[in-house]
């Protein structure tokens, strides 16, 4: 069993709606959970961390956490053509970062 | 910008080499963590360096290894080079030892191996 799974993709989504990203893990005693976004050819850029059961907004991006269920969830509000990436749920037990394998998207303007 | 450095870019190689690559870390940071990102995959953990200490490791053979200097700063060196290898190679700085430490990628090295 993978660490970290990601719905798979690749998703498309329409100019100004919302994209809805998934992430499980495995280990229970993960700390917190990180999302990095990836252009083609790039390195992962970090977006949001999240540590806390809940929600957490940072602009059109939002993180959510369920450590009962062990699920991350990325969303981007009206997304944009520059959304367009890969983007990596990450998490964290102590020293170690586990990826998972990244869902693309693509914003059809 | 993250302010993390590789060198580097890109790199050619052959079977049975050795490489180094290089990174430099965000001022203020004191950690350094290097992966591995095959195409179409997350990256993978290779090792950290916490203080000049190895302060964890991925699940990599022997030869692959790494350094921490004084400043920080990290190197990376694979002996033996395989045709696997090749792949995105990618340094992350932090401030380790807190509980929301979080790691910033640089731009990472490609390295083809023939």
């Known amino acids: 069993q993978k660490e970290v799974e990601q719905n798979s993709g690749p998703l498309s989504v329409p100019e100004g709606a919302i994209a809805s990203l998934n992430c499980t893990y495995s280990d229970r005693g993960s700390q917190s959970f990180f999302w990095y976004r990836q252009y083609s050819g790039k390195s992962p850029e970090l977006i949001m961390f999240i540590y806390s059961n809940g929600d957490k907004e940072d602009g059109r991006f939002t993180a959510q956490l369920n450590k009962a269920s062990q699920y991350v969830s990325l969303l981007i509000r009206d997304s944009q053509p520059s959304d367009s990436a890969t983007y990596l749920c990450a998490s964290r037990w102590g020293y170690k970062l586990s990826f998972g394998a990244g869902t693309t998207v693509t914003v059809r303007a | 910008e993250t302010g993390v450095t590789q060198s580097p870019t890109h790199l050619i190689k052959t079977r049975g080499q050795q490489v180094t690559l290089r990174c430099s870390s965000q001022s203020g940071h004191n950690t350094v963590s290097w992966y591995q990102q095959a195409l179409g995959q997350g990256p993978q953990f290779i090792f950290q360096?916490?203080?000049?200490?190895?302060?964890g490791r991925g699940n990599f053979p022997p030869r692959f290894s790494g350094l921490q200097f004084p400043n920080y700063s990290s190197e990376l060196n694979v002996n033996a080079l395989e045709l696997d290898d090749s792949a995105l190679y990618l340094c992350a700085s932090s401030f380790g030892g807190s509980a929301q430490e979080t790691q910033y990628f640089g731009p990472g090295t490609r390295l083809l191996v023939l």
């Open positions: 360096y916490y203080r000049e200490e190895e302060n």
